[in-house]
């Protein structure tokens, strides 16, 4: 140690440099490290310190400490392909990427980072990110599903009105009844809009079912939409004759819906067009005029 040294050694050390006791083992180098050095890393220090060691003494050693960073449970992790590593992804704008890896068992994984970025051919360009881009189905399902609730949330000033079969959708199927009963809002609104001195079961209820009828198709498929429907139709209090009425322009709306798939362009207004074209030509069906 730097102390033990004869003063004319230090004398002729400090002359060549005069940090000297800093930098040989000293007890003033020593205090320093214990203050500066966290905690976490100083069993990292203590294996190279003053000695070599094998490889496999230090494999061993690093394989054996835990990690101090636990995971976020509000992040969106992704999994590398056979392996039980998770990642998470992010991008300082287009001059770096940060990939996190995280080890959620005790056993060594072994993987090519090259595998997992797609190499620019010119060096300007940074690699694209191919592996570590997309959260497991199921997380994907379970924000998909978040989002739908909220969205219901939204729409919540209807939901008492909803028989316990839609209510049961809103339960099994909330993306999906997201969609439905915001379609709803779409083809009521527009009805009131398009029709709005009409008498109930007048223009604007079959306008309304036949709109709501071909946005689902469009956007859900007709076996779902037919689910909604049917759903909807099984409200308690309602006439044989306003059923059959609410059937029939459901089925022109379906009809017409499969129609506009096969043309170029099917939006809202295509639709609303051809329910209105329909209401016109007589082929939708009212109970009161």
């Known amino acids: 140690r730097y102390e033990i040294y004869p003063e004319n050694l230090k004398a002729i050390l400090r002359k060549f440099a005069a940090t000297a006791p800093l930098i040989l083992p000293s007890a003033i180098k020593s205090r320093i490290s214990e203050i500066l050095i966290p905690e976490k890393i100083k069993s990292f220090v203590s294996i190279v310190k003053g000695q070599y060691h094998s ?24 999994n590398l392909p056979n392996t039980n590593i998770s990642t998470t992804t992010s991008s300082n704008s287009y001059e770096s990427q940060n990939i996190i890896f995280y080890n959620s068992t005790r056993n060594f994984q072994n993987f090519v980072i090259s595998d997992l970025f797609l190499q620019p051919a010119r060096e300007d360009v940074q690699p694209i990110v191919l592996a570590s881009v997309m959260p497991y189905s199921d997380e994907i399902q379970r924000l998909l599903n978040s989002i739908a609730l909220k969205m219901l949330g939204h729409l919540a000033a209807g939901y008492p009105t909803l028989n316990n079969a839609e209510k049961n959708l809103v339960r099994e199927k909330p ?49 779902s939409a037919r689910t909604f429907l049917n759903a909807h139709e099984m409200t308690v209090g309602q006439s044989p004759d306003e059923e059959a009425m609410d059937q029939f322009n459901n089925e022109r709306g379906i009809s017409s819906a499969k129609e506009l798939l096969r043309s170029e362009y099917f939006d809202d207004t295509a639709i609303f067009e051809k329910a209105k074209s329909e209401l016109d030509a007589g082929t939708l069906r009212v109970l009161t005029k």
Do not use: C
């Open 55 to 78: 490889f496999n003494e230090f494999n061993k050693f690093i394989r054996e400490q835990k990690s101090a960073f636990p995971a976020n449970d509000k992040e969106t992790y992704s």
């Open 175 to 223: 993306m999906k009844a997201a969609v439905a009963f915001y379609h709803a809002v779409i083809a009521e609104n527009k009805a009131e809009e398009v029709f709005p001195n009409s008498k109930p079961n007048g223009n604007t209820d079959a306008f309304r079912h036949f709109v709501w009828s071909g946005l689902l198709v469009r956007d859900l498929g007709e076996e």
